[in-house]
């Protein structure tokens, strides 16, 4: 039972170009969701996060969108560096169930240069 | 602010051994999550606690599997015995209950081999 999708292992880009990472959710109880970035051997680290009452939310080269209707959410980075390859996990985190917050399986980005 | 502490960051055991994963989450937050990172399942929320207080263990894959946190400054996740596929990294992460930001901040993870 996988509440929150990412059905893109991978996702290669040009230097220079947009990456947009995609998931999807099962659960329209979700409160918050939050894009974490992943360097091997690191922890995964916060990039940004969408109130479930908003539909976009920026941070520099990173936005991310929401569509409740279709329960999907998106990243996108603007221009893409090399330095953005690593692996881009969505999650999902509700207020009730004690702030449970839920992975995706993870897409890796490859940004060519 | 140290972060969050795992250790150890390597463990290469055999089938059958006890294998202790330990965490030392930030101090002042509240709650504490235990996530296993696989090739095929991504990043599984295993257990999670607030307030020291276990709070959802549905994750936990079999009764091989236990965790605690006695204190706040500290949790133990236990496996066993233990089995090859268990094999994966293990992380640990915490944040303030109420954060409006809800955001995690993560472990640098101990990557277990069951050989």
């Known amino acids: 039972d996988q509440q929150v999708k990412q059905n893109s292992p991978s996702l290669s880009v040009q230097e220079g170009r947009i990456s947009i990472l995609n998931c999807d959710y099962t659960n329209s109880m979700f409160d918050y969701f939050l894009w974490y970035k992943k360097y091997p051997a690191e922890g995964p680290t916060f990039l940004i996060s969408i109130s479930s009452i908003k539909d976009k939310n920026e941070d520099g080269r990173f936005t991310v969108f929401l569509n409740k209707s279709a329960k999907h959410l998106s990243l996108h980075i603007v221009p893409s560096q090399p330095g953005d390859s690593a692996v881009y996990f969505c999650?999902?985190?509700?207020?009730?169930?004690?702030?449970?917050?839920?992975f995706g399986a993870g897409t890796r980005l490859f940004v060519k240069a | 602010d140290a972060g969050v502490i795992q250790s150890p960051r390597h463990e290469v055991t055999e089938m059958g051994q006890e294998v202790t994963l330990r965490c030392k989450p930030i101090?002042?937050?509240?709650?504490l999550f235990w996530y296993r990172q696989t090739m095929m399942r991504g990043l599984e929320l295993l257990i999670y606690?607030?307030?020291?207080?276990?709070?959802?263990d549905s994750g936990m894959p079999e009764d091989r599997f236990s965790a605690k946190m006695p204190n706040a400054s500290f949790s133990t996740l236990k496996i066993q015995p233990s089995e090859p596929r268990d094999s994966a990294v293990y992380f640990c992460?915490?944040?303030?209950?109420?954060?409006?930001?809800?955001?995690?901040?993560f472990g640098s993870g101990t990557q277990l081999s069951v050989l």
């Open positions: 101090s002042g937050h509240n709650s």
């Open positions: 992460a915490s944040r303030t209950t109420g954060d409006t930001n809800e955001k995690l901040f």
């Open positions: 999650a999902a985190s509700s207020y009730t169930g004690g702030f449970k917050t839920i």
């Open positions: 606690f607030n307030n020291n207080v276990p709070i959802d």
